[in-house]
């Protein structure tokens, strides 16, 4: 469980997991370079050789790690991008320096030819070359240290939405939980009317569905079984106070009982079939199909359509089809088909939930 007003995320710092692999892995090559490029006139690598070789290895690390730890998010992180530049140019300037100092304190190879004096243009240009290469260097840990303030950022953006998603869902389900037991209640109230008896039996039938409500569809996800059995008894309840001359079908099966779903999803649909789809003086029909087809669960409903206008229906079933649009959008995003809509002098709703692997999405289809 999260508490309330913090947000924690789990970023390793640069030596630590996959980061520190990555560092120890493109150092290690580095400072290895030397076994293959040197010694190959006497075929070996003598200490003195390999500190040699080293050095401006070393000083490439001292320039990317004072820019990877203190530079960057000193400076260029806070805007000072100047600061940033200046401090860079002394950097490179004494790398170059400290470099240049520690060749002449080693003694010189053992198959050390002496080489021509250079010329002043050919010095400037290497030590301009050699500047450049650290300024690349320079770069390159920047672009690490920004790809990974990325990620951390991403990680918490991702945290605080999940959190987001997650408050917002509790808060449509403990907005559904009323709204089905007022629609409930309204059932029951105008059965007490005409038969008080079969009135006490639906308050005991709906006991049953709210222990299912309140307990069972607490939890994320509950087995597909359960949920239709909570839709079974549903449907009985109102098919007490039925007019004869409504005709409800059903088919309600699962292939798959043990198969784990989201609570609480097609009621908003069946409530809406029986509130629009029964009038008290004219024919009407209610026809309620749930089946599976490998990890897809389909609901489909088409009833009669007697709509309700805003000052007869008190009931606020236009919560129900808003909150299950939500619903869907958070716990089932791209793996769900949900279309609704009048047909003719009748009303249908479609809805087509994919159960199986999490990562697989449901594909497109034109309803």
């Not at 290469?133 to 945290?159: D, F, H, N, P």
């Not at 079939?273 to 029909?285: E, Q, T």
Request: with cysteine; hydrophobic share 45%.
């Amino acid at each position: 469980m999260k508490t309330e007003g913090t947000i924690q995320t789990h970023v390793s710092p640069p030596f630590r997991g996959m980061g520190s692999l990555i560092h120890i892995v493109a150092w290690g090559i580095l400072f290895g370079l030397p076994f293959f490029f040197t010694g190959r006139e006497t075929q070996e690598v003598t200490v003195e050789s390999y500190i040699r070789s080293v050095i401006v290895p070393l000083s490439f690390m001292m320039v990317f790690y004072v820019n990877y730890f203190l530079l960057v998010k000193h400076y260029l992180f806070t805007k000072h991008g100047w600061k940033f530049f200046f401090s860079n140019v002394v950097l490179i300037a004494v790398a170059m320096i400290g470099v240049h100092l520690l060749m002449h304190l080693l003694p010189p190879p053992e198959f050390h030819r002496p080489r021509p004096a250079r010329e002043l243009q050919e010095i400037i240009g290497f030590f301009l070359v050699n500047a450049m290469l650290y300024a690349l260097v320079a770069g390159l840990s920047v672009a690490i240290k920004m790809t990974s303030g990325w990620y951390q950022v991403e990680s918490a953006r991702r945290e605080l939405e999940k959190s987001r998603a997650e408050a917002e869902l509790q808060n449509l389900k403990s907005q559904l939980n009323p709204h089905f037991l007022f629609n409930t209640l309204n059932n029951i109230y105008s059965l007490i009317a005409f038969s008080p008896e079969r009135a006490q039996e639906a308050v005991h039938d709906l006991s049953r569905l709210l222990r299912y409500v309140l307990y069972e569809s607490s939890q994320p996800q509950v087995p597909l079984e359960k949920e239709l059995d909570f839709i079974r008894n549903y449907v009985e309840l109102m098919r007490i106070r039925l007019p004869e001359h409504v005709e409800l079908k059903t088919d309600i099966a699962a292939v798959r009982p043990d198969a784990l779903i989201a609570p609480l999803l097609f009621i908003s649909l069946i409530e809406n079939a029986f509130k629009h789809g029964v009038s008290n003086n004219k024919p009407s029909f209610i026809d309620l199909d749930i089946h599976q087809k490998g990890d897809l669960v389909v609901c489909y409903l088409r009833n009669s359509y007697f709509p309700k206008d805003t000052e007869q229906d008190k009931s606020g079933s236009g919560i129900g089809l808003k909150n299950l649009r939500k619903r869907l959008e958070l716990i089932y995003p791209n793996k769900h088909i949900f279309s609704c809509g009048v047909d003719g002098e009748s009303y249908y709703s479609m809805l087509e939930l994919q159960l199986g692997n999490e990562n697989d999405e449901l594909n497109e289809r034109k309803i």
